[in-house]
């Protein structure tokens, strides 16, 4: 397979505030931080990264939509709260047809139970949750494999 030379990431709302936001559940790296080894750690295997954080649904829609057209072979998606609610992100990577891992920080089923329902799972190629940053390089890990 040639594979996953373009990989995007997304991540979903209120991500912007790793580090800062309840630091117990999400950690204490930043966005920034989790960004930065991903773009290494790609660039080392020969692949380029590019990761993209909106709060607006509408934003992470349309980057899902342009990815149709870019060259993108794989996603990796934290939809944080979105997971829970948005059809309409699931419909756009559902029309994408492009391979995706889902990814929480957080192990989403030992939490409230609003958020034990996922609109993405069953079109994902795999989720990944509860195992913090390192689920990131794990994601990144299968694309870059999948190559």
């Known amino acids: 397979m040639a ?7 997304i991540h979903g709302p209120n991500l912007n505030l790793l580090g800062v936001r309840e630091p117990e559940i999400y950690g204490n790296n930043t966005l920034q931080d989790i960004n930065r080894n991903l773009r290494v750690f790609a660039k080392d295997a020969g692949a380029d990264l590019e990761a993209f954080q909106s709060n607006a ?19 990796i998606i934290n939809p944080a709260a979105f997971t829970h609610t948005s059809i309409a992100l699931r ?13 929480h920080l957080s192990n989403i089923f030992s939490r409230e139970s609003f958020r034990h329902k996922s609109y993405f799972s069953d079109l994902a190629v795999g989720v990944i949750s509860g195992l ?12 870059l494999a999948s190559r």
């Open 3 to 9: 594979g996953a030379n373009k990989i995007l990431v």
């Open 91 to 103: 419909d756009a990577l559902a029309a994408a047809k492009l391979p995706f891992i889902e990814i």
């Open 132 to 143: 913090g940053i390192k689920g990131y390089q794990l994601a990144l890990e299968y694309a």
């Open 57 to 75: 649904e509408s934003g992470l829609i349309g980057r899902v939509q342009m990815a149709m057209n870019d060259g993108t072979d794989f996603i």
